[in-house]
């Protein structure tokens, strides 16, 4: 019949290795978590960083190039003005002079020479005999409509660009050879040898000159078209190099993340290690969870075999089911403070639970425990009035035990709470009597109007002399001072014949009743006080 119950201390330090280590295991699995996402996170930015910064390299080489490139043509279209200009259009000395001083002074020209109207070549700035010359295509310089763009191979496979410009009244022009390297990119914007692929095309889509291999991986591309003469450069470059450039980054970035997850975690562990090692808190989360719970152990009549009320006896019921005895955490919340708050909240609970059943049965009475120090507060006052005024059960009906066991700190203080407590109707009982420290006679100037006997005595009347003579003087003792006196921890019959003999009507214990939970509570009240049902009226017809 006895519930199960979980005993002690090691219970609740059970509970507190379980809930250390679910927190734990919660806070790791954060820590790990928000460590994952700073990665994630840092990954994704580096990712950003690198795409930038590659993109803006690849774009600064192609700008580079097709500035130099435009640089030089200008450089080669202003030459071949000049000598066009000063009438140079055959191959006679005075005009082979001239190409040799405008291939002096013009650097990015390669070859100055002389041009016949199908394109083939007549002289040279050097006169000298002309290698062979494969030309690949020819269309108008764009921006410019004197000049002629051809695209050549020389020397078994080196490509060139010739630019070439009518020259004064003559049907021939004068033209200038650019290498095509000159027109694609050699170094990299940081000034090392240029490692990405590069490639450039004419306006009509001649290509002036290529630069390594495209790619196969995953690259950045960048293109340009010429404004000043429509040529277009592309440069792709691979992303192996630049992410490599940041793989120390990276790496200093990941243990950096994960030494900081790491330490959140810790924190969070010690953090939590804390709270859950604190059984204060503990108990205060029980308290306000509701686990704190009314059990009502009956008192009976042991004459008539009446239920005379019940004791209400704290019990902690955990998440789990298992219930937790008071004697592990009454010193907790009185040490705490939490007592105060933790008796008004099973005053209430039970108040709402067996309230209506007991106030429809006013002879019954519902005693709670109250720990000493309650007593020199005089807000217990008001916490008891709020509770019972306007609830179904009586003032009348209640009764608070204040314990022998507990030394009175503030004698008057306690007198004159325990007095307005009686002048709202409730009684006091001295619960544990023959057990303190304090003595009885001092107890009684209180004016209280219960003495409860302990279980030591209840245990020891019938066979120990001297007990059964201390009972036998506090029976006759609260009889002259109308006082009630009840039994406690009544374990089997011969007890119960031994204190009928004695004169005592009330008592408690398990050969009665262990503490039961509410709803088995009410269930006894129903069944050993069952309510009249309503009558129905009979209305008889006169005769
Ligand atoms: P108590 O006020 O003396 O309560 C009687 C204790 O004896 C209860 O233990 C009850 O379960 C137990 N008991 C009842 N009949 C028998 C029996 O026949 N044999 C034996 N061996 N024991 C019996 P419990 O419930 O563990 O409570 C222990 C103490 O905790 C109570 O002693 C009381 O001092 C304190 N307590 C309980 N609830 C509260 C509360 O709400 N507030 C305060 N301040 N103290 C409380
Ligand atoms: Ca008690
Ligand atoms: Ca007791």
């Given amino acids: 019949m006895t519930p199960e119950v ?128 494969n030309l690949l295509s020819s269309e108008p310089l764009a921006g410019n409509d004197n000049y002629i763009v051809d695209i050549f191979d020389i020397h078994g496979g080196q490509r060139m660009v010739r630019l070439r410009r009518q020259a004064g009244e003559g049907p021939n022009s004068v033209a200038a050879l650019i290498s095509s390297q000159l027109l694609i990119p050699q170094v990299s914007t940081k000034g090392k040898i240029f490692s990405a692929f590069a490639h450039a095309s004419t306006r009509a889509g001649a290509t002036i000159g290529v630069h390594g291999q495209r790619p196969n991986e995953d690259y950045f591309v960048s293109k340009m078209t010429s404004e000043k003469f429509g040529f277009t450069t592309e440069v792709a470059m691979p992303r192996g190099p630049v992410r490599s450039q940041h793989a120390d980054l990276k790496w200093f970035g990941f243990s950096v993340i994960g030494l900081v997850g790491l330490g959140i975690v810790t924190l969070i562990v010690l953090m939590h290690t804390g709270s859950s090692g604190n059984p204060v808190d503990e108990l205060r989360r029980a308290l306000r969870a509701g686990e704190l719970v009314p059990y009502y152990q009956p008192v009976v009549d042991i004459r008539s075999g009446q239920l005379r009320g019940a004791e209400v006896l704290v019990r902690w019921r955990k998440p789990d089911g298992s219930l937790v005895l008071p004697g592990s955490f009454i010193p907790l919340a009185e040490s705490s403070g939490l007592i105060r708050e933790m008796t008004r909240d099973l005053m209430r609970r039970a108040c709402a639970e067996a309230g209506p059943a007991l106030g429809r049965r006013p002879g019954l009475k519902l005693s709670f425990n109250f720990a000493g120090q309650l007593f020199g507060d005089e807000r217990i006052v008001k916490d008891v009035r709020n509770v019972f005024s306007g609830s179904p059960l009586k003032m009348s009906q209640v009764v608070l035990e204040v314990t022998e066991r507990d030394p009175i700190e503030n004698f008057t203080a306690t007198r004159r709470t325990i007095a307005a407590l009686q002048g709202l109707g409730v009684r006091i009982a001295i619960d544990d009597v023959g057990t303190g420290h304090s003595g009885l006679s001092y107890m009684l100037k209180l004016g209280v109007d219960i003495i409860k006997i302990d279980k030591m005595f209840v245990d020891a009347i019938g066979t120990d002399r001297n007990s059964t003579t201390i009972v036998e003087t506090l029976v006759d003792l609260a009889h002259n001072m109308r006082m009630d006196v009840v039994a406690e921890g009544v374990e089997n019959f011969e007890q119960v014949m031994h204190l009928r003999e004695l004169g005592i009507r009330s008592a408690q214990g398990y050969v009665f009743a262990p503490p039961l939970p509410g709803s088995a509570f009410l269930q006894l009240v129903e069944a050993i006080d069952p309510m009249p049902a309503a009558q129905p009226v009979v209305e008889t017809a006169a005769a």
Avoid: Y
């Avoid at 001083?101 to 000298?128: M, N, Y």
């Fill in 6 to 133: 979980v005993g002690g201390f090691d219970t609740r330090m059970g509970t507190v290795v379980r809930a250390f280590s679910r927190r734990n295991l919660i806070a790791i699995g954060l820590g790990g978590m928000l460590a994952g996402a700073c990665l994630v996170g840092f990954d994704f930015w580096l990712s950003g960083v690198i795409h930038k910064q590659g993109q803006e390299e690849a774009d600064a080489s192609v700008r580079r190039a097709v500035m130099l490139s435009e640089t030089r043509i200008a450089r080669v279209v202003d030459e071949l003005d000049k000598l066009a200009a000063v009438g140079v259009g055959s191959c006679v000395p005075d005009h082979v002079r001239a190409m040799r001083q405008s291939a002096f002074d013009t650097t990015p020209a390669k070859e100055f020479s002389i041009v016949s109207p199908t394109g083939e070549t007549l002289c040279t700035h050097l006169a000298l005999p002309l290698g062979v010359r």
